[in-house]
């Protein structure tokens, strides 16, 4: 190959990178609020938002005016869906605070209220139609409903790169925390999650194959009726 050509296959792949580089959404300061507005237990600093809803609203703006494309790779939808979802539920709350919970709110899932591009979107159409449409069961364990007895806050962004060896850690961490499942050998009460979607976490098998995937104690047989109480207090 001669010098020219060799030239102009490095402009190409320099130029690919760039593009590559641009795809990916930059989560940073969706990461600062939540290393400053959560705890590394989940508790999250609703009144610390509320003094940073500038930066917050930033975050917003980066959102609505990046929304994912067909090019975009799974790993990248995942972060900024998951991102967004977690996002706009902080919105939502702080929008009527103070409140007990986020039944408080009329319609709270189903309310549109924020918008992404062009569309109105409500926190149902991110996880029902566009998350879950992802196949991947773990984001259950990501995003959060501000209670208590939703899986924790992640007090870090989710990024392309991080985003499925975190997902793992939430799923298992969520999965033995005994404020949320109780699994022991004679007890077995599991969270209204593998209640309510069952379906997406029975794609090898049965709920509690993907429940032991993660389990450090083993069920043995399918639970009956063996589901915990959902408290929706404020996850503050």
């Not at 050998?185 to 209640?195: A, G, L, N, R, T």
Request: net charge positive; with cysteine.
């Amino acid at each position: 190959m001669n010098t020219p050509k060799i030239i102009i296959v490095l402009i190409f792949v320099l130029f690919s990178f760039q593009i590559k580089a641009q795809q990916v959404f930059d989560h940073s300061i969706w990461d600062q609020l939540l290393l400053i507005n959560v705890s590394i237990d989940g508790k999250v600093n609703y009144k610390g938002f509320m003094r940073d809803s500038s930066l917050l609203y930033k975050y917003f703006s980066l959102l609505s005016e990046n929304k994912p494309t067909e090019q975009w790779s799974k790993e990248e939808k995942l972060a900024y869906w998951i991102n967004a979802y977690n996002a706009y539920t902080i919105k939502l709350i702080i929008d009527s605070y103070p409140i007990k919970s986020i039944k408080d709110i009329k319609d709270p899932w189903d309310k549109k209220f924020f918008k992404i591009g062009e569309e109105w979107y409500s926190l149902n159409q991110l996880e029902h139609k566009i998350l879950r449409k992802l196949d991947e069961p773990r984001i259950h364990f990501a995003i959060n409903c501000a209670s208590f007895s939703c899986p924790i806050v992640w007090n870090k962004a989710y990024t392309s790169e991080n985003v499925n060896e975190a997902l793992e850690t939430q799923t298992k961490n969520f999965i033995n925390d005994p404020l949320r499942n109780t699994i022991t050998e004679d007890v077995v009460e599991v969270s209204k999650i593998f209640s309510w979607f069952k379906k997406d976490f029975k794609t090898d098998g049965k709920v509690k194959d993907f429940i032991n995937k993660y389990a450090t104690i083993k069920i043995d047989k399918q639970p009956k009726k063996g589901y915990k109480d959902y408290d929706w207090s404020l996850n503050e």
